[in-house]
């Protein structure tokens, strides 16, 4: 004989909610962080560069540094990738840019480099003040010899291949998400 037992059950819509919300938080800071990860080891610490289509090499360690990862207060996105330096660069009609160094390792594209000539080799000028950069620039160009080098680079991405690689692994961090409150 078969014996059948019904339970009622009930489910508290605000509690399930939040514990939903800070399952997903914990899932999205989670990826996030496997994301960068995956970003930062890519890079390769050498002198040499790196070949297109490969991760770029990290000469100074700056962009494996700056690789951060910040979760949107709602909770609902996460965004990873490198963060702006104060670094100047330019743009193909010489206006100072800035932040543009990281996306055109990704995606490849031209930038105008400011070189000046120091110690008998060009060096990019170390431009890094916000508000003295232009002073600074035209100073330079006023006691040494300067030049625009118009540099195109082609891609070495990062941040979408550790995507990529990552996204088989994304859904095991929502793996039991909702636990008990």
Same mark, same amino acid.
């Given at each position: 004989?078969?014996?059948?037992?019904?339970?009622?059950?009930? /489910?508290?819509?605000?509690?399930?909610? !939040?514990?939903?919300?800070?399952?997903?938080?914990?899932?999205? *800071?989670?990826?996030?962080?496997?994301?960068?990860?995956?970003?930062?080891? *890519?890079?390769?610490?050498?002198?040499?560069?790196? #070949?297109?289509?490969?991760?770029? *090499?990290?000469?100074?360690?700056?962009?494996?540094?700056?690789?951060?990862?910040?979760?949107? #207060?709602?909770?609902?996105?996460?965004?990873?990738?490198?963060?702006?330096?104060?670094?100047?660069? /330019?743009?193909?009609?010489?206006?100072?840019?800035?932040?543009?160094?990281?996306?055109?390792?990704? /995606?490849?594209?031209?930038?105008?480099?400011?070189?000046?000539?120091?110690?008998?080799?060009?060096?990019?000028?170390?431009?890094?003040?916000?508000?003295?950069?232009?002073?600074?620039? !035209?100073?330079?160009?006023?006691?040494?010899?300067?030049?625009?080098?118009?540099?195109?680079?082609?891609?070495?991405?990062?941040?979408?291949?550790?995507? #990529?690689?990552?996204?088989?692994?994304?859904?095991?961090?929502?793996?039991?998400?909702?636990?008990?409150?």
């Amino acid at each position: 004989m078969l014996d059948v037992k019904v339970k009622a059950l009930f /489910f508290d819509r605000a509690r399930l909610e !939040r514990a939903a919300d800070r399952g997903n938080a914990r899932a999205l *800071s989670k990826a996030g962080a496997f994301i960068r990860t995956r970003a930062r080891s *890519s890079l390769r610490s050498r002198k040499r560069i790196s #070949e297109p289509g490969q991760p770029p *090499s990290s000469h100074s360690g700056i962009l494996k540094k700056f690789l951060l990862f910040a979760r949107d #207060e709602s909770g609902q996105s996460v965004v990873i990738g490198p963060a702006k330096t104060n670094q100047v660069f /330019f743009d193909k009609d010489r206006r100072p840019v800035r932040g543009t160094v990281p996306q055109i390792l990704e /995606f490849g594209g031209q930038i105008t480099v400011f070189e000046v000539f120091k110690n008998g080799r060009w060096q990019r000028a170390d431009l890094r003040s916000r508000r003295g950069a232009l002073d600074k620039m !035209r100073q330079l160009q006023r006691t040494a010899q300067t030049r625009y080098r118009m540099a195109t680079l082609k891609p070495r991405p990062f941040m979408g291949p550790a995507l #990529e690689d990552e996204r088989e692994h994304l859904p095991e961090a929502w793996a039991g998400v909702i636990r008990d409150a």
